[in-house]
């Protein structure tokens, strides 16, 4: 095509480009401003405190904990997904009657809201009445406060976040095994290669790209949590159960604190970009090596 | 990073088996963890649809069965409205987004998988970068540009939001594709004076349907789930989506969880046989999507 026409053609982009424009990028400046303000989130006033808030942020103990809690919904849902992802792929690869029913089962969560999920794990969880204790009265004569205490409370929304997704991982990795040359695998049990060896030498590493798709999808559907938290704990205990953004909300609407949050929010935005970067340069490095 | 080749060995991802399997008795192993995953995967939506059977008052236990089945949650919840509202507001800002994704991704992704030029590699990254921000972490900024254009509580200003934050994924799947398709093609229709729009509409387009499934399936889940800004920006009540009503069902002060449940399940229940029927297209359209980057 000529020169001039390929110019001609940039015009298609330009409605994409200006829709991100205003609703991502403008507010993203508009985000990094208002987090030098001090501001209630709807004066006309707004007064200017440096990097106020962003000292104040380090400071504040809630923060601190919504920022580990952040990191542990990212990295060890990340994590537990992949081990049962990967092993219930191997499992459902397997040859049986109904395994596509099972296929079909496993996904079916990810289907629902998060927050319509949280409601459901919520008659589970509760502590008068919900099925968890029901069993534990039944079988042991005690109860769980589950989501009264914040460490059983993390614990609790780790497992409905790792429950609800990791059929998204596990049909990843399907798809992966799927993928790997039935020729390889025959090769290898001619030279007398066992089931093990077969699964570690030779689909383990040609599964590399499903494992860094995997980890991608899954890392930043966790650091981002939100729904779930507010369908259960709504931050609570105490406070004790904030992921960053829950708690960017909580500080913007509920303690008008809209230049905190907007810190807060900053913040967040460069540490997901960052880990983000690490993972996938990890990971681009490892192909080579393969 | 490269595609797994899943064509490979026929469709037996899904449902539909390519082969049939006879039951053998030393699987015995196999048959039981695989009921245990359906047993923990089903149960949930067994007890949200046993809770949605019972009366307000009822105390057994979430586990026994209703005895009798109660249906007047379903009555009430059906008779008061609401629930058609939010799936009235739903259908309309979904199908709104897929649109409008559709046609300006579309087009985007054409104009960035024709001209490679340096200035379109920095657009594209630039796009893409943009995959890795969460709508939390700039809600300040949003709201408060929302705010300035009037666009909360309407339909054109959730529509176009969500919209710009689908649009990186729906640009990405259809650049993969674009650049698949020879450009021969164009060139050809170029040389009988077509313009670039003509080369678009009849030429590109007519190509685009396979991934434009799975755009549609992704997109459109994630839509119909959306939470976060339609909590923000949909305040009014005549407006909120079908997650809002059912969140509301379960906020109010008066705890009947009989008829939050039914909501729910109702809410639930139009994308979860969507999956059921068409399991094919919606596991692809993960991959695909998945294996990005």
Partial sequence: MTRKRLRKLNWFYVPAVVLMLVFIAYPLFNAVYLS????????????????????????????????????????????????????????????????????TVIYMPAMVSSLVMGYIMYFFFQTKGGVM?????????????????GNIAIAVIVFINTWQFVGVSMVIYLAGIQGVSQSYIEAATVDGANAWQRFRFITLPLLQPALASSVIYNLIGGLKLYDVIIALTDGGPAKKTHSLATYIANRYFDAERAGFAAAIGVFSFVMIMVISMIVNAYFRKKEVDY | MSKPKRHERGTDLYLEETERFKFRKKDWWKYLIGLALLFIYLYPFFIIINVSLKPFGDTTSRMKFPDPVYWDNFKSVIAAGDIFVGIRNSLIITVLVLILEIVVGCMAAYALARNQSKVNEVVRSLIMSVMMITPLTILVGVYSTMSKIHATSTYWGMVLLLSSFGLPMVIFLYTNFISSIPVALDEAAAIDGASNLQIFFKIILPQLKSVTVTVIILQGVGIWNEYTYSYYFLQKKEMQTITLVIKTFFSSVSNDYGSAAATAVIGMAPLIILYLFLQKYFIQGQVDSAIKS
């Fill in chain 1, 36 to 103: 030098f303000f001090k501001w209630n989130g709807y004066s006309v006033s707004k007064e200017f405190i440096g990097f106020q808030n962003y000292i104040s942020m380090f400071e504040d103990k809630v923060f601190r904990s919504s920022l580990r809690n952040t990191l542990i919904y990212g990295f060890i849902c990340t994590f537990l997904q992949q081990i049962i992802g990967l092993a219930m792929a191997v499992f459902l690869n397997t040859k049986f009657k109904g395994r596509g029913i099972v296929r």
């Fill in chain 1, 133 to 149: 204790n029901d069993i534990l009265n039944a079988f042991a004569g005690t109860s769980v406060d589950w989501l009264g205490n």
